[in-house]
């Protein structure tokens, strides 16, 4: 869900990261954009909308920071 966020971002805004950062072995993933268009917004909204779902499903295993 948040790599597919991130394509999103990529493909579909002219939105940049700042940081992007990735560790998949302590499920680590961070990032930040210069500025957030309004396209954006709606992707990190959605994206927000998701992880509340898997983490209402999947609580225990999800972290939020």
Do not use: H, M, R, W
């Amino acid at each position: 869900l948040a790599v597919n966020t991130v394509n999103s971002i990529e493909a579909f805004t002219e939105d940049t990261f700042s940081e992007l950062a990735v560790n998949e072995e302590e499920g680590y993933f961070c990032c930040a954009l210069e500025t957030v268009s309004p396209q954006s917004s709606l992707l990190l909204d959605s994206f927000v909308l998701g992880i509340e779902g898997i983490c209402e499903s999947y609580g225990k295993y999800v972290k939020i920071l």
